[in-house]
């Protein structure tokens, strides 16, 4: 079983940036799918950043060049660096983590951007 565990989401404006943490109960050293997802009100839940099994990184392509995925093996952290953010940003984000062949989602983190 993987608890997992998101934080740093909140109210920003327009333009504003925001960090966000997905802490893990297990060891991140060797798991290559994880990820960071998103659900607008009304939406479906839509991929914004992630590892692939290949080791490399996946963008939506609204998010692309602002922003950032990242990992800290030592602290089974993964990071979501968020720029430039805009209304359309407004979701609960989810982190995503496949060990074993099974996914294992948190609980979300609410970001609203807003004037």
């Known amino acids: 079983q993987v608890q997992l565990v998101e934080s740093g989401g909140g109210l920003v404006q327009p333009g504003g940036s925001l960090r966000l943490s997905c802490a893990t109960s297990?060891?991140?050293?060797?798991?290559?799918?994880m990820g960071w997802y998103r659900q607008a009100p009304g939406k479906q839940r839509e991929l914004v950043a992630a590892y692939t099994n290949g080791g490399s990184t996946n963008y939506s392509d609204s998010v692309k060049g602002r922003f950032t995925i990242s990992r800290d093996s030592a602290k089974n952290t993964m990071y979501l660096q968020m720029n430039s953010l805009k209304p359309e940003d407004t979701a609960v984000y989810y982190c995503?983590?496949?060990?074993?062949?099974?996914?294992?989602w948190g609980k979300g983190t609410l970001v609203t951007v807003s004037s």
């Open positions: 297990v060891s991140i050293f060797s798991i290559l799918d």
């Open positions: 995503k983590v496949r060990n074993y062949g099974v996914n294992y």
